[in-house]
């Protein structure tokens, strides 16, 4: 569920790198979604999705993220903390 919700937060990220002006709503929103999901999954079910793989539309957007680092830490900048604090609480780092 989280990696599929992932490739469509990606996207509307890929869409704030169109917008002009010192804000990305479109950032925004994505990276709210995907904190949202995050928040709201359970352990069980990041776990599920720990292992499987990564689709082709979600290899493409993780590659655009490697290529642009400005949208790349500005998106991480937004979900880094939430993401991060959940993983901890259900185990899955250290």
């Not at 995050?38 to 720990?50: D, G, M, N, P, R």
């Not at 937004?78 to 780092?93: D, L, Q, S, T, Y």
Request: hydrophobic share 45%; charged share 20%; proline share 6%.
């Amino acid at each position: 569920m989280i990696t599929r919700l992932f490739p469509l937060a990606i996207t509307l990220t890929l869409l704030a790198a169109g917008v002009a002006g010192a804000q990305h709503p479109m950032l925004d929103m994505a990276a709210n979604h995907v904190v949202q999901k995050y928040q709201q999954a359970t352990c069980e079910q990041l776990w599920e999705q720990k292992g499987k793989p990564k689709s082709a539309r979600e290899q493409e957007i993780i590659q655009f993220l490697r290529s642009d680092p400005q949208m790349r830490a500005e998106f991480i900048n937004r979900v880094a903390a939430p993401v991060a604090n959940k993983m901890f609480e259900c185990g899955m780092i250290p």
